[in-house]
């Protein structure tokens, strides 16, 4: 009896399986991922080169071992560099703003102030909305991003906005039209990077974050030159400011935020890590309270604009908007010290127009 030998070809390796070896193979064997690694990753992730299984396995082991700042870094290049390849929405007609994915950066007008806002809030309201119309009505022009609805029993911004009479954007083009009739907008994730967007949705099904969480706070869609980011984590500041160093952003915050948004809390201290040209800097801002509050019972979205018209009064909460903006405009360069910063946020919320937002 004869037998016919059939040699079995085993299949190429997968160009990901790479990544995961890299990230995976044990104590002694692994390693993080080079600047470009990471952005090669991303780019696939992005592209949907990668089987459902890897991306799982990518998303752990990355959460496991945390991100260096050249992980983030390379995934923020890749990220950028998808929306503005792939912009989700088409171009405005000619005389209208051209989007900013164009080559050239910023045409025809100017975000001054990228403002991340992905946590959502749990204990408190998102007073951080108050501080950033405030910068609004004295001038400068923020631009908000987030995703909502990725962790249960929290209030994102999303939400609450039309409590102040704003509508969240739902194109990069109404984001610019926004942007130039009253100088914020908000803008979900999901319409300008939707991949980002379902990763952050698997949070439910994998049980952690991952690192996506990190790097949409960075991705500055409108290449502003100022960008403000909050973190829960105290070990992520770091890591954002030394990715926004070799990101080359101009100016940059980033502090461990109430409930993780870009909030101050005016009864804890508050170290702000900043680049600034390159050059790093850490500095410590005083709590404003000697003594702690107890958080709300109840939380009304009603009393952010409320507090705006001074028909609700709340120590904590006006603090908490004086406190935050005073961070940005120091890191706006508007103020020398956090003294002088702290005072003109103030002149700037004894000064507002009451019957603006509600």
């Known amino acids: 009896m004869t037998f016919t030998h059939h040699e079995h070809t085993p299949e190429p390796e997968h160009p990901f399986a790479e990544i995961v070896r890299i990230l995976?193979?044990?104590?002694?064997?692994?390693r993080p991922l080079t600047q470009d690694e990471a952005y090669k990753a991303m780019k696939m992730i992005l592209a949907d080169e990668v089987l459902p299984i890897q991306l799982g396995a990518f998303l752990m082991l990355m959460r496991v071992k945390e991100e260096t700042p050249e992980e983030l870094a390379g995934f923020v290049q890749a990220g950028r560099e998808f929306f503005q390849a792939n912009p989700p929405n088409p171009p405005l007609k000619r005389g209208a703003f051209s989007p900013p994915f164009e080559k050239g950066g910023r045409v025809g007008f100017a975000v001054d102030l990228d403002w991340s806002s992905y946590a959502g809030k749990r204990r408190h309201l998102p007073w951080f909305l108050l501080s950033a119309l405030l910068l609004v009505e004295n001038g400068i022009t923020?631009?908000?991003h987030g995703a909502e609805g990725h962790t249960p029993d929290r209030i994102y911004t999303q939400n609450v906005l039309h409590y102040l009479g704003l509508s969240?954007?739902?194109?990069?083009a109404e984001a610019q039209q926004q942007l130039q009739s009253q100088r914020f907008s908000y803008l979900s994730l999901e319409h300008f990077c939707p991949k980002l967007h379902e990763i952050i949705g698997l949070r439910p099904i994998l049980g952690l974050r991952s690192p996506v969480h990190t790097l949409v706070r960075l991705l500055?869609?409108?290449?502003?030159?100022?960008?403000?980011?909050?973190?829960?984590?105290?070990s992520y500041?770091?890591?954002?400011?030394?990715?926004?160093m070799l990101l080359n952003q101009p100016h940059m915050a980033v502090l461990k935020g109430e409930g993780g948004?870009?909030?101050?809390n005016p009864d804890m201290e508050c170290l702000v890590q900043s680049v600034h040209d390159g050059e790093l800097s850490d500095e410590n801002w005083e709590a404003l309270f000697s003594h702690r509050h107890v958080k709300p019972e109840v939380l009304d979205p009603q009393q952010l604009a409320q507090l705006w018209r001074s028909e609700f009064v709340d120590e904590f909460a006006q603090a908490s908007v004086i406190g935050t903006a005073a961070v940005a405009l120091k890191l706006?360069?508007?103020?020398?010290t956090k003294e002088?910063?702290?005072?003109?946020?103030?002149?700037?919320?004894?000064?507002?127009?009451?019957?603006k937002y509600g």
Do not use: C
């Open 332 to 336: 706006l360069g508007k103020a020398e």
């Open 24 to 30: 995976g193979k044990g104590k002694k064997g692994s």
């Open 340 to 355: 002088a910063a702290h005072e003109l946020a103030t002149k700037f919320w004894l000064n507002r127009d009451k019957q």
């Open 142 to 144: 923020v631009f908000m």
């Open 261 to 264: 948004e870009t909030e101050r």
């Open 237 to 244: 500041r770091a890591v954002h400011q030394h990715a926004a």
């Open 220 to 234: 500055n869609p409108f290449d502003a030159p100022y960008s403000i980011q909050g973190i829960f984590h105290p």
């Open 168 to 172: 969240a954007a739902t194109s990069i």
